[in-house]
């Protein structure tokens, strides 16, 4: 497999490339204008790259596209339509991306050997993915009995969650404070309402609760939206022992 990422930008001089005109499997990329979540569109075609072309006059979200194919174009269109429908599932299983696809795609009738051989070229496309700076796919929780786990606390909120490579994980069922103060500031305040607003956040008994685990970029914007003011996310998140992240991870 081979996977090829461009700008929006230079669309046309990428056109030269013989293998954004293979059959395969694109994946536009963007994000929301308060850059809260990442967006991403997930297609295929015969020819990826007149796919593309048709969603640079009429998507305005994305910014990148990374097109995976084989080397020498050897998927067929039921090869791509396969790739599209189980990406497309494993996008919303893991959560990472909002999927900007107006609805989902059938499974197509494949033999259950090709589906092998399909199922070992996602993962390797999972893998491309990733070192390319887009972890679609990538499971928010690492599964490692060593990990570190970090609490944030207030009076009526208590978080926990991990120090991550992609920023501050936090997990689900996360209870943040339910009334903003004025240190909030706007920025503060429009990032728990946009997670509001797309359900992350929801209120339970008096309470903001996460219903889903979340990745912030920073520490700070975790411990801002946990306790609904302004915070050094370096000093709020602690271990169990009461070590900050600051004296664990930066000193």
């Known amino acids: 497999m081979k996977a090829i990422l461009f700008p929006r930008n230079k669309i046309q001089e990428v056109a030269k490339r013989d293998m954004v005109h293979y059959t395969g499997v694109y994946f536009l990329f963007g994000s929301t204008e308060d850059g809260a979540k990442p ?110 786990l970090f609490y944030c606390k207030g009076k009526d909120a208590y978080a926990e969650g991990e120090y991550t490579e992609d920023g501050m994980l936090v997990y689900k069922g996360g209870k943040c404070t339910l009334k903003e103060t004025p240190t909030a500031g706007p920025w503060g305040i429009n990032r728990r309402q946009t997670l509001i607003q797309d359900h992350i956040l929801v209120k339970e008994n008096g309470m903001y609760v996460f219903q889903e685990d979340y990745i912030f970029d920073s520490v700070s914007a975790a411990a801002a939206t946990v306790l609904a003011r302004r915070a050094n996310g370096w000093k709020e998140w602690k271990n169990k022992e009461g070590k900050t992240l600051d004296e664990l991870k930066r000193k």
């Open 39 to 148: 967006l991403v569109y997930i297609g295929e075609g015969e020819d990826c790259f007149k796919r593309i072309q048709s969603h640079n006059c009429n998507k305005d979200f994305w910014t990148h596209c990374v097109i995976i194919s084989t080397k020498t174009d050897e998927y067929t269109k039921t090869d791509g339509k396969y790739l599209e429908y189980h990406s497309l599932v494993k996008a919303k299983e893991i959560g990472r991306y909002i999927i900007e696809n107006d609805g989902g795609s059938n499974k197509p009738s494949i033999s259950e050997s090709r589906e092998y051989d399909l199922l070992d070229n996602f993962e390797t496309a999972k893998m491309l993915l990733a070192t390319l700076g887009y972890p679609v796919f990538e499971e928010k929780r690492k599964k490692d009995s060593k990990k570190e």
